[in-house]
């Protein structure tokens, strides 16, 4: 009886976070992506999928501007529900960051002169956020108390 309740519970807390169908813009996108150069993004599942070596975007305004300053390529999709994170609604903020290509469905950030290597991404997303954000050890704790 535990079990299932556990799993009942696990399952309604991820289901917020299954996307079933494809940002717009995708398959342009990666079309528009230097090949050479590491890519971040809201939708780096998909680009990951597509072929395109990606990790999460960054979640603040100062990491954005430190990952841009590293040669990375940012790309936000901007409709179909990948609307974060919160800068992206800050039409000042945005402004002031070099774009690489900006449509109606997405955006790419970066300076054609810098270009970060790809990275080998060979570890978990919790893992990843843990190496960027070392303020806090993010754990699956509060989702799958097994595990701890």
Not at 65 to 93: A, C, H, T
Not at 126 to 145: D, G, S
Request: hydrophobic share 35%; with cysteine.
């Amino acid at each position: 009886m535990t079990a299932i309740i556990l799993l009942n519970l696990t399952t309604a807390s991820t289901v917020g976070f299954i996307r079933l169908s494809l940002p717009p813009g995708l398959e342009d996108a990666v079309k528009d992506l230097d090949a050479d150069c590491m890519v971040m993004s809201n939708a780096f599942t998909y680009l990951n999928y597509a072929g395109t070596p990606a990790k999460s975007h960054p979640h603040d305004r100062e990491n954005l501007e430190w990952s841009i300053m590293q040669g990375q390529r940012i790309v936000f999709f901007l409709k179909g529900g990948y609307e974060k994170p919160d800068y992206l609604q800050d039409e000042n903020f945005m402004s002031l960051q070099p774009k690489i290509t900006q449509t109606e469905d997405y955006m790419i950030l970066g300076r054609k002169d810098l270009c970060a290597p790809i990275e080998r991404l060979d570890y978990a997303y919790i893992e990843y956020q843990n190496m960027q954000y070392r303020k806090e050890n993010i754990t699956l704790c509060p989702i799958l108390p097994i595990e701890c």
